[in-house]
């Protein structure tokens, strides 16, 4: 029972934090510093869990093949690489690093 | 799936896929309800993790502009993937498009493999071997890239990914990238100052 009361609770939080962001009335998003804020913070969250996916195991930071596999992601990007190129060099370059060291 | 094993029921397994919807949360309940938690501590430590998603609600609203009654609908999938892949989108249409595709895909998907991986299907194997796991970062990058097209985006970035990292192992979960989320509110401040003395001290 106690789990279906933290699986409620959870589902009930979750949800209405969702909708919050996007019941914020039209009138407070026009003002110039809102809209600047709404924009930038979705890139600080996600830059910070993409480095948190990438260096990060549970609460343990650590450097593994991943780091080479963002790294090779990143160089994708830089060279203008396509979306899957840019996604498959990580892939294949993290697994290339396991295989190697591992 | 990994909760079926640490003591929650199919069907609990299966409604957490369902209702709550966003995966660090669920993992963040099903782990602290293993660990023996409070059932209302486990709660809270999941909704922390949810809180990032009024975030992105704030910003999908002004990009996708939902009529009022579809927006308790929408609300269920505003998570990270459906925020990234509309905000890469040039036009409203496209944003749109991306954020209800990607939404009822893993919609599907995430329930598709939580019955799945409940009913004990373990046939994949170590997807780790294959370095699927540096997937999920470089989607992630190669979405987030277009965004950072000015020094301030940049910054904010960096400071995140900082911050993101570096509390990462002396906050509870979910925390540290909240915490992360001050770089936008930081910059912005730190820019506004610039450009207030600037405009002071010269005629640029």
Redesign the interface.
């Given at each position: 029972m106690?789990?279906?009361?933290?699986?409620g609770?959870?589902?009930l939080?979750?949800?209405v934090?969702?909708?919050?962001?996007?019941?914020?009335p039209?009138g407070v998003?026009e003002r110039p510093?809102v809209?600047?804020?709404?924009?930038?913070?979705?890139?600080?969250?996600?830059?910070?869990?993409?480095?948190?996916?990438?260096?990060?195991d549970g609460?343990?930071?650590v450097l593994d093949?991943?780091a080479a596999?963002?790294a090779a992601?990143?160089v994708a990007?830089v060279l203008r690489a396509p979306?899957l190129v840019?996604?498959a060099?990580?892939?294949?370059?993290?697994?290339?690093v396991?295989a190697m060291t591992g | 799936m990994t909760s079926v094993g640490s003591g929650l029921t199919l069907l609990q397994t299966c409604a957490l896929s369902l209702l709550v919807f966003t995966g660090a949360s669920q993992f963040a309940l099903v782990g602290a309800l293993a660990a023996g938690g409070n059932p209302l501590t486990a709660a809270a430590g999941a909704f922390f993790l949810g809180v990032r998603n009024a975030f992105y609600g704030l910003r999908l609203s002004q990009l996708l502009a939902l009529p009022r009654a579809v927006r308790p609908f929408a609300a269920q999938w505003v998570i990270d993937e459906t925020t990234v892949v509309a905000l890469a989108q040039p036009t409203r249409r496209g944003a749109r498009i991306g954020f209800a595709v990607t939404g009822l895909t893993l919609y599907v998907l995430w329930n598709l493999t939580t019955l799945l991986g409940g009913l004990g299907a373990e046939a994949i194997g170590d997807t780790d071997a294959w370095g699927l796991d540096a997937a999920g970062p470089a989607v992630f990058l190669a979405l987030l890239a277009p965004m950072l097209k000015s020094g301030v985006e940049r910054a904010v970035a960096g400071l995140a990914v900082v911050l993101g990292l570096g509390l990462l192992p002396v906050l509870p979960g979910g925390v540290p990238v909240l915490v992360a989320a001050l770089a936008a509110p930081v910059v912005l401040y730190a820019e506004g100052r610039r450009a207030a003395k600037d405009g002071k001290g010269g005629d640029r």
């Open positions: 106690n789990v279906w009361i933290a699986i609770v959870t589902a939080g979750c949800y934090v969702k909708l919050v962001g996007l019941l914020v039209a998003l510093l809209r600047r804020l709404a924009a930038l913070l979705p890139v600080a969250l996600l830059a910070a869990l993409t480095a948190q996916q990438a260096f990060a609460r343990v930071l093949a991943k596999g963002l992601a990143a990007l979306f840019v996604v060099a990580a892939v294949v370059v993290t697994a290339g396991r | -």
